[in-house]
Every structure is written in C-alpha cells, then in structure tokens.
C-alpha cells in the first residue's frame, strides 16, 4: 500500500516536467519510412528486389506450406529424409524448374511495375488513371506469381506420400492443429 501512494505521489510531481517535454519529443517524431526515399524503387526492400528477380516464394505459398501442401524447393532440400523415390525427385525437380522459370518471369514483371510506379510519382506525372492501371497491373501480376507458387505445392501434394508429408512437416517444424490432414491423390 505504501509503495503505490509513493508512486502515485511521484508520478504527480513528475507529470508536469512531462508535460512539458511532451511539444518537443512529439514535434520531432520521425517516420518510419525515413531512410526509403534513398531506394532504387521506393516501394520496395532491396531482399524484395532480389527476391522477385529470382523466383524466391516470399510467402506467397503460405496457405499452401501451412496446411500440409509442401513446396518443391523445401522438399528436394531434404529430399533424402523423405526417402523420396527416383520418380518422386524427377517430379519434384520438374515442379520447380517450372515454377522457378515463370516465378523469375512474373518477378521482374512486378520490379518493373513498381519501377513505373515509383517514376509517376516522382516524375510528377502521375494521374487518376495512370495510377489507377499501374496499380491494377500490380495486383493482377502479384495474383499470378501467387497462383504460380501455390500451383507448385498443389502439384508436390500429389506426389508425396501421406507419411512423406508428415515427415516434412514434423521437419519444417509444423505442428498438425485442426487443419493438418494429410490426402494422398496418387
């Protein structure tokens, strides 16, 4: 109880230095944005410029990897504790070399839209419907490079075995919850 009528003495003495202090801490908040302006492309991280450009799956296959639907690049990483069958590793080399080869395709679509982005605003061209295309491109190429990714761990579902999945799962360090049912569609 005495420990509380102190503080509470204390925080009333303290509350008008505070008061005080408060105009000039809050007049110099800075962004957090600040330090962006000096990007290539503003919109984006130098790990997401080179992540796009090499067909990296940025958690575009979330939904898929967390619901026990494994993706072709983690699976031939450990493709030899799935005890993966000579069928299963061509497969799964098939599946990424052609997600990869568009995913880097769809990729520097998205750089170059947020590039054309990024110069509208800068050049001061920009416009309703200027913007209104550009951003639209974005999201319809962003929804493709998703489709991409998501299509690949479809793809690695059906080839796996229900142990296999389990086995990667248990790997990546995924827990089963409500929704980790493990379907076999060979």
Same mark, same amino acid.
């Given at each position: 109880?005495?420990?509380?009528?102190?503080?509470?003495? %204390? *925080?009333?003495?303290?509350?008008?230095?505070?008061? *005080?202090?408060?105009?000039?801490?809050?007049? @110099?908040?800075?962004?957090?944005?600040?330090?962006?302006?000096?990007?290539?492309?503003? @919109?984006?991280?130098?790990?997401?410029?080179?992540?796009?450009?090499? %067909?990296?799956?940025?958690?575009?296959?979330?939904?898929?990897?967390?619901?026990?639907?494994?993706?072709?690049?983690?699976?031939?990483?450990?493709?030899? !504790?799935?005890?993966?069958?000579?069928?299963?590793?061509?497969?799964?080399?098939?599946?990424?070399? !052609?997600?990869?080869?568009?995913?880097?395709?769809?990729? @520097?679509?998205?750089?170059?839209?947020?590039?054309?982005?990024?110069?509208?605003?800068?050049?001061e061209t920009v416009t309703e419907t200027n913007l209104k295309r550009v951003v639209k491109d974005?999201?319809?190429?962003?929804?493709?490079?998703?489709?991409?990714?998501?299509?690949?761990?479809?793809?690695? !579902?059906?080839?796996?075995?229900?142990?296999?999945?389990? @086995?990667?799962?248990?790997?990546?360090?995924?827990?089963?919850?409500?929704?980790?049912?493990?379907?076999?569609?060979?």
């Amino acid at each position: 109880m005495a420990r509380s009528v102190l503080f509470a003495i %204390g *925080l009333m003495l303290c509350s008008p230095i505070l008061m *005080l202090c408060s105009p000039i801490v809050g007049s @110099t908040q800075i962004s957090p944005y600040a330090g962006f302006e000096q990007r290539e492309i503003k @919109t984006l991280a130098l790990d997401e410029v080179s992540g796009y450009l090499a %067909g990296e799956g940025m958690g575009f296959a979330l939904a898929a990897e967390l619901n026990s639907y494994p993706g072709p690049k983690h699976v031939m990483e450990i493709a030899h !504790r799935l005890d993966l069958n000579e069928k299963q590793l061509k497969a799964s080399q098939r599946i990424f070399d !052609r997600m990869h080869s568009k995913a880097v395709e769809i990729g @520097t679509q998205v750089v170059e839209k947020e590039q054309e982005l990024d110069r509208i605003f800068a050049q001061e061209t920009v416009t309703e419907t200027n913007l209104k295309r550009v951003v639209k491109d974005i999201a319809d190429i962003k929804g493709e490079l998703r489709y991409v990714h998501l299509r690949a761990h479809l793809e690695m !579902r059906s080839i796996l075995s229900p142990e296999q999945i389990q @086995t990667y799962n248990s790997l990546r360090g995924y827990g089963l919850g409500e929704h980790g049912r493990y379907h076999h569609t060979e």
